[in-house]
């Protein structure tokens, strides 16, 4: 009794812990996109005080640094929840940030029975691991590939990131060099997956990590 009361209380501080965390990275997208939206007269009066004096390399050259700022602040994925919409491009905002490429293409159906902050814990853990594996690795090594659709009757979602070298399998999970919280959002995920009678597979290989998900929607 005193040690499910624990494990209860550890779980109810994770998902406090976490969700703060989703929001804040939430906050900060978003108050980069106001900014930019903000700065955007003086930007295009900048630009043509320069066409007016026929500099047009400081064009080209201001046109570049405005992509590059707008793509770490620009909504890419759209999968139907826009809470999941915030998170999974909050994580690819940080990813880029970090020089890991992310390929994702997400569709939830409308009538998936997951809820919103189940979802995002599943997809804010795995993404949380892929980055930090890929900040260890040289930069043209990383990337990121996530895939989210439904497959038949069920929720399948897939995680794929560069990683080192093969880790060691404990039970149905793997060792890692990160402190405790790793391994126990892992755990989060399996349990969050399973609650839906779902089924969670992981595979580490040297080079490479994959974590697949299938949720049923009936």
């Known amino acids: 009794m005193l ?23 939430v906050q ?16 295009i009066q900048a630009l043509q005080a320069s066409m007016a ?3 047009y390399d400081e064009v080209v050259s201001y046109l570049n640094e ?11 994925v ?7 919409d915030a998170i999974l491009n ?29 979802l995002c814990i599943i997809i804010g853990n795995l993404l949380d691991n892929a980055i930090e594996e890929n900040k260890k690795l ?14 038949n009757t069920q929720l399948y979602l897939s995680f794929t990131n560069a990683a080192g070298k093969r880790k060691e399998r404990r039970g149905t999970l793997f060792s890692s060099t990160k402190d405790s919280s790793h391994g126990f959002g892992l755990a989060r995920v399996r349990s969050t997956v399973e609650k839906y009678d779902g089924m969670f597979s992981a595979d580490s290989e040297d080079g490479g990590f994959t974590a697949e998900i299938l949720i049923p929607l009936t």
């Not at 550890?10 to 976490?18: G, M, P």
């Not at 940030?97 to 939830?108: D, F, G, L, R, Y």
């Open 90 to 118: 909050g994580k690819m905002n940080i990813a880029a940030q970090n020089n890991i490429p992310v390929n994702a293409k997400a569709t939830i159906p409308a009538d998936a029975r997951v809820s919103d902050v189940d």
């Open 28 to 43: 900060s997208m978003y108050t980069k996109m106001r900014g930019w939206r903000h700065d955007y007269h003086n930007h």
């Open 78 to 84: 759209k999968t139907g929840r826009i809470m999941v």
């Open 138 to 151: 040289p930069r043209e090594d990383r990337f990121i590939r996530v895939y989210v659709a439904l497959k």
């Open 3 to 25: 040690f499910d009361k624990w494990i209860n209380k550890r779980i109810e501080a994770y998902q406090s812990d976490l969700m703060e965390k989703y929001c804040d990275e």
């Open 53 to 55: 004096m026929g500099r």
């Open 66 to 76: 405005l992509n590059s700022d707008l793509a770490n602040v620009d909504t890419t």
